[in-house]
């Protein structure tokens, strides 16, 4: 057997689940069993890439990763994970496949909701959106503090939807952070809120549904999306195929958790007040939105995204 252990997020799974090939032609003739994060099982058992899965906090998972004795076992960690952290250079899913010696392949990494599932998310979305118009989908965390947008922002962003365009907008998250905080979030105006009440698999079928996701770096995002970047660069955490616009300040210190010397941010703050995160306007993510909706007259006092659109793809 051959178990393979990773925490984190939605991300975190994806980028390892793109190193299962690498891991299997080592290991031929292994059994693979992924302890996966929580709430991410049934995700990634969708992905068909595993023998099997069980969730870091449920009982069996948490007997497997502290007492079972399985030989090989791997725990992939992230370069700022090391004492002492170091820089993260490489894209997420190559640093897990550095960590693990072997090559990455992001393009095997396909998700495939369940048709029950599906059925159910297409059922409890036509009670919101019985007229079957555009649906956007927003996600503004919470996350490490540095890479959250302001609630304000938000606020300002769900107004100038209801007023530009017919779309519906859901907000969906949980009320825990990435550190584990309860940190309850900002209601945005007009936007239905299904706040802490998907699953992650159900949150893959929502976005079938969506004409645009609007997302900080966090889990959602690495599977449809416009992202709102600042201390994260994009290019090293978004699935390189993924279809999407990325939204960034123009600071120059953009992208600093990846410096040589160690990132200039710390989770729950920066020496700049994250001008970088809050440089980025709703007129700005707007500009993005409207692309994604083919929002015709978009023209809010010149309206600029500061980062051109990227060719991301998603399946």
């Not at 090989?72 to 170091?86: S, V």
């Given at each position: 057997m051959l178990t393979l252990l990773r925490l984190g997020g939605v991300?975190?799974?994806?980028?390892?689940?793109?190193?299962?090939?690498?891991?299997r032609a080592r290991h031929p003739n292994s059994w693979l069993l992924l302890i996966s994060p929580p709430?991410?099982?049934?995700?990634?058992?969708?992905?068909?890439?595993l023998d099997a899965t069980v969730e870091a906090n449920s009982l069996v998972g948490k007997l497997m990763a502290r007492h079972c004795s399985m030989s090989?076992?791997?725990?992939?960690?992230?370069?700022?994970?090391?004492?002492?952290?170091?820089p993260q250079?490489?894209?997420?899913?190559?640093e897990f496949a550095r960590a693990l010696g072997v090559t990455a392949d992001l393009s095997g990494v396909i998700f495939r909701v369940p048709g029950r599932t599906r059925r159910r998310l297409t059922r409890r979305l036509h009670k919101v959106n019985p007229r079957q118009q555009p649906v956007v989908v927003l996600h503004p965390g919470p996350s490490w503090p540095v890479r959250?947008?302001?609630?304000?922002?938000w606020c300002e962003l769900a107004e100038i939807v209801s007023a530009r365009t017919p779309a519906i907008m859901i907000k969906i998250g949980i009320d825990l952070d990435s550190m584990g905080r309860v940190r309850p979030s900002t209601p945005i105006p007009n936007a239905v809120d299904w706040t802490n009440q998907l699953e992650v698999i159900e949150i893959a079928a929502l976005l079938e549904h969506a004409s645009v996701f609007v997302g900080i770096d966090s889990g959602p995002l690495h599977i449809a999306a416009v992202g709102l970047f600042g201390p994260v660069s994009a290019n090293l955490r978004?699935?390189?195929r993924a279809r999407g616009t990325v939204v960034a300040g123009k600071v120059d210190c953009l992208g600093c958790h990846h410096r040589p010397t160690g990132h200039l941010h710390w989770k729950t703050g920066c020496p700049n007040d994250i001008a970088c995160m809050r440089e980025i306007t709703a007129k700005d993510v707007f500009a993005a939105v409207a692309d994604h909706l083919g929002a015709g007259d978009r023209?809010?006092?010149?309206?600029?995204?500061?980062?051109?659109?990227s060719g991301y793809n998603v399946h």
């Open positions: 991300g975190d799974l994806i980028c390892v689940l793109a190193c299962i090939a690498g891991l709430g991410c099982g049934q995700l990634a058992a969708s992905s068909g890439l090989p076992r791997y725990r992939p960690l992230l370069p700022d994970e090391h004492d002492p952290p170091q250079v490489l894209h997420l899913a190559d959250e947008w302001a609630s304000q922002r978004l699935h390189p023209s809010l006092e010149a309206i600029e995204v500061p980062h051109p659109a």
